[in-house]
């Protein structure tokens, strides 16, 4: 089962703090997780921003808005516990709560319209935000855009590249593994690339800065997907050369044939297909620049709280 959004959460938390016991926030999100079975994987999700897991930050939304509402209430931070308001409504039978039956609630359409005009004048009617009438919190609309923007650069990199000279797709290779730390410096790593030609093996670069260990490079701008055969050849090249590390590039695909078959043998082949390749290269900034940042803030409670 996936992560459920954060209106999917509202009434299983206040099904939690139907016993009218305080309730610990991080309790409920093991509980909630265990309710949806969700994997180990799923658990440890992190938002694009690497700040915050995504069940943590969804149960936050949702545990937030309930609050909002009058349903539930913090007698402490990072507590939680049901609220007459919130015991009517669980008690009236209803099998999902969301932010439509939020809007019942007075306070929560206080919550809705605090944005106001401040100045003398009669108030403005502010309507409602899309985050509202979205099933995702602001973090997953913002994770959601920053996916759309990355995947279209990803495809306007392969096909740049498509369209390149096999010469650049080589310097290409080159900033890209430096920028991640290989290679040691752009010479060190441009006097590598391209140089070794034996049989299969299109360069050697240091793993390191010092040169403790060596990577071969296989780096092939292709349209067809690539087969065993020439995964197969490369670590015959490897072998050949007694070496244990290599690093096969392509701007195609790999067949299930080929990923199979590196994960049988002793070397150890790393295989970047075209999209893993657009992928790192957004990561690490190499052939995009930076169009605008923004900063995402949270509140600070530890600023608010009084000895």
Known sequence: MSIPDYQSLMLPILRIASDGE???FRDSIEILADEFALTDEERRELLPSGSQAVLDNRVGWARSYLKQAGILS???RGFFE???QGRELLNSGIERIDNSVLEQFEEFQDFKNRKRDKKDTPPLKVEP???FESKQTPEDQIASAYRTIKEGIQKEILENI???SPAFFE???IDLIVRMGYGGSHADAGRAIGKSGDGGIDGIINEDKLGLDVIYLQAKRWEGSVGRPEIQKFAGALQGQRARKGVFITTSRFTEQAID???MIESKIILIDGDRLSALMFDYSVGVSLAGTYELKKLDTDYFEED
């Open 22 to 24: 305080i309730h610990k």
């Open 74 to 76: 913090s007698p402490k």
């Open 82 to 84: 049901i609220t007459e």
């Open 129 to 131: 935000s899309k985050s």
């Open 162 to 164: 498509m369209n390149s």
């Open 171 to 173: 310097r290409l290779v």
């Open 261 to 263: 078959y590196v994960t």
